[in-house]
């Protein structure tokens, strides 16, 4: 039998923080292997709010810590990735029922000093009876601030994490679940099973535990190893409407039971409205919102716009648990958002990660390497941190400018309708020219499989971006699955059925 390949880093989970930790060690020029039983960003880093922020609740629980980490990592993201990321004002109205004016402007105030701003815009008082994004307002709302934060596509920013990975040595193996591990005193054996229940072993210097939700089942039933932390699950869900307003302003509103909810512009023509924090001891596979929870963010929305909104309003809805780290919080809101990174080197190391949140993912994965390196004995070379100035693929642009970008791959390609030629350089960037290639007219991207999804794409997306199924395609790498019809969506997810074999092919490819 051919002896297993052994791996620096077995990376178990292909969330956010399991591929931004593959991307750091892939960097360093360790050799990485990151399997994930599902599709990349298949649950909680594709259900978040899509928010890269600082997160301005938390400084009414006294996270300053967090807080202040995130506004350092908010224009590192913001630079890496100008495609899938970009600024974002908010506009908080002013209910005197709820906060007092002083205690926003403070927070407001250490929102803006924390952490320096290159080029994000500090808060200030509005009126809003005078600012456009208060003509959407019910009447009584006369006073707000407004701030800077910034949006993401939870999603890409996950496969592009895997792709730098892979373009910089990992193998990333999706659909392929850890099934069991053995521990010896340097080396870990992992047997993985793919979607067809193929089996394969491969060995380990450590492994990373990065499986989110299921990061203290992984502990105890594949690892065998006692977890020195408790998680607790927390469930976000949020709602998506047609669009409540024309302006390019985003909302945060305080609530009576002291949660806030976001108001986000979204695709264009619709409305991103969550997000809600309850308990939940449900079915991790299976998570969706419950109608209470629809209930409690139309009610909160319709405090506040003048078009009041139903559950019958909802267009879509998703849901995902966040598994944060127990702290004494009675209340599920409360419960501290950052993350504990726990090693144990008794043998073979295990690192396993608890908690986190998309903003700080990078900072969790820099710290991840920063404790695990040592008990690699790894050369003080890899030991250097790079990802802070790097930026992610499709992302280096001069000046990290994407509007002269887009303007540019508009004018290159005169052919391309201007709606598709703006999908695709926000959604790949500079890898944009990976799908047009030598192309001439639309024809020359392969056949029309929905209104503007051509052949090209859904191959590149396949090829080089782990998709396998319709839904991969619609929902995670894409969000077209809100602008097409069901046949549409339907013929997509056919073309992916009948290419399915290459994507396999691809897929074994990655271990070797």
């Not at 499986?211 to 998680?231: C, F, M, N, R, Y």
């Not at 909810?261 to 998570?287: H, K, V, W």
Request: proline share 4%; aromatic share 8%.
């Amino acid at each position: 039998m051919e002896e297993a390949r052994i791996y620096d880093l077995v990376v178990i989970g292909g969330g956010i923080n399991g591929c931004g930790i593959a991307r750091d060690a892939a960097g360093r020029g360790l050799s990485v292997l990151l399997c994930e039983k599902d599709d990349l960003a298949a649950h909680t880093s594709s259900a978040s709010t899509k928010l890269i922020h600082g997160g301005l609740r938390y400084l009414e629980y006294y996270e300053f810590g967090l807080v202040r980490k995130a506004l350092q990592e908010r224009e590192i993201l913001l630079r890496a990735a100008p495609h899938i990321m970009w600024p974002l004002r908010f506009i908080m109205p002013h209910d005197a029922s709820m906060r007092p004016a002083w205690m926003i402007r403070l927070g407001l105030f250490l929102y803006d000093h924390l952490a320096s701003r290159a080029f994000l815009k500090g808060s200030a008082g509005i009126d809003l009876r005078r600012h456009p994004a208060g003509s959407v307002l019910r009447p009584g709302f006369a006073k707000g601030f407004e701030y800077s934060d910034g949006w993401v596509d939870d999603a890409r920013l996950v496969v592009l994490c895997a792709l730098d990975a892979r373009l910089r040595g990992a193998a990333i193996q999706t659909r392929t679940r850890c099934v069991g591990a053995r521990r010896g005193p340097q080396t870990w054996t992992v047997e993985l099973e793919d979607a067809l229940g193929m089996r394969s072993v491969v060995r380990a210097r450590s492994i990373v535990n990065a499986a989110g939700p299921w990061v203290a089942d992984l502990l105890g039933h594949q690892l065998k190893t006692s977890a020195e932390h408790t998680i607790r699950l927390v469930k976000g869900s949020h709602i998506v409407v047609r669009k409540l307003f024309d302006h390019p302003f985003a909302y945060i509103f305080q609530n009576p039971d002291k949660r806030i909810i976001f108001a986000i512009p979204y695709e264009g023509d619709f409305t991103l409205i969550g997000t809600t924090d309850i308990e939940y001891g449900g079915d991790r596979n299976r998570i969706t919102i419950d109608p209470a929870e629809t209930e409690y963010l139309c009610a909160m929305a319709n405090r506040y716009f003048q078009q009041g909104i139903a559950p019958a309003d909802v267009v879509r809805s998703y849901a995902g648990v966040r598994a944060l780290l127990e702290d004494d919080a009675a209340d599920a809101a409360a419960v501290t958002r950052d993350y504990w990174l726990e090693l144990n080197q008794s043998a073979a190391p295990v690192l396993s990660v608890y908690g986190g949140k998309i903003t700080t993912f990078r900072r969790l994965a820099e710290e991840a390497m920063d404790l695990l390196l040592p008990a690699l004995n790894a050369p003080m070379a890899a030991r250097r941190h790079w990802t802070a100035a790097a930026p992610l693929p499709g992302g280096d642009m001069p000046e990290s400018d994407f509007a002269s970008f887009a303007h540019d791959l508009a004018a290159r390609h005169p052919w391309l309708p201007q709606a598709l030629v703006g999908r695709y350089a926000r959604a790949y960037g500079t890898r944009a020219a990976q799908i047009i290639g030598q192309a001439r007219a639309r024809s020359d991207l392969g056949a029309e499989i929905a209104p503007g999804v051509f052949e090209r794409e859904l191959i590149y997306l396949r090829e080089h971006e782990w998709a396998q199924t319709g839904e991969d395609v619609l929902w995670r790498r894409t969000k077209l699955g809100l602008h097409l019809d069901a046949p549409a969506r339907d013929a997509i997810t056919q073309w992916m059925q009948d290419h399915a074999g290459a994507a396999s092919a691809l897929a074994r490819h990655e271990v070797g």
